[in-house]
C-alpha cells in the first residue's frame, strides 16, 4: 500500500464522484485537504467484516470487489466504501471489500470525517440516496 498527501488538487477529482459532485468549491477543497490517496495492488484487502471503521474511502480509480453473502459485487471510480460504520458509533463492517484490481483511492480518517459532516452537513445528505440504492442492492443478494 502506498500513501500520498492529497490536496486541493484533488478537489477537481472528488467533483466528478456524485457523493461530492454538489458541494460548492470551498467545501470540496476542505475535503480534498482532508484526505489521503493510497494506492493498493489487486488482492489487497480494504476491509474485512468485524472491523471497525476507522475512515471513508472513496475509489478514484480501479475496481473493488465487495463480498455479500455468496455473492460478490463489483464496483468501481466513484463508489464511497466504509460510511456506515462511521455514521453508528461501535458498528463493525459486515462485509470484505478487496482490490479486484490495483485501487487508487481517497482515504478519509474517522476523526476528519466526523469534522467533515459536523461543518458540512451536506456531505451526509447526498449519501442518502447512495446508502438507500446499496441497501436495495445487498438485500436483492442475499
Not at 467545501?27 to 495492488?41: F, G, Y
Not at 484487502?45 to 476507522?54: F, K, Y
Not at 475496481?63 to 468501481?76: F, P
Not at 458540512?120 to 443478494?141: F, K, N, S, Y
Request: overall charge negative; charged content about 25%.
Amino acid at each position: 500500500m502506498t500513501e500520498f498527501e492529497a490536496g486541493p488538487g484533488h478537489a477537481e477529482a472528488l467533483r466528478g464522484i456524485p457523493l461530492f459532485a454538489d458541494l460548492d468549491e470551498q467545501t470540496l477543497k476542505h475535503v480534498a485537504e482532508t484526505a489521503t490517496e493510497v494506492e493498493v495492488p489487486r488482492g489487497h484487502v480494504l476491509i474485512e467484516p468485524g472491523q471497525e471503521g476507522s475512515g471513508l474511502l472513496v475509489v478514484l480509480d480501479g475496481t473493488v470487489a465487495i463480498q455479500v453473502g455468496e455473492d460478490r459485487l463489483e464496483k468501481g471510480a466513484g463508489e464511497f466504501l466504509g460510511e456506515l460504520s462511521l455514521l453508528v458509533p461501535g458498528l463493525t463492517h459486515t462485509t470484505r471489500i478487496q482490490a479486484a484490481s490495483p485501487v487508487r483511492c481517497l482515504a478519509i480518517r474517522r476523526e476528519d470525517f466526523e469534522v467533515l459532516l459536523k461543518e458540512h452537513p451536506q456531505i451526509a445528505v447526498a449519501m442518502l440516496p447512495m446508502l438507500a440504492r446499496r441497501q436495495a442492492e445487498t438485500m436483492a443478494h442475499l
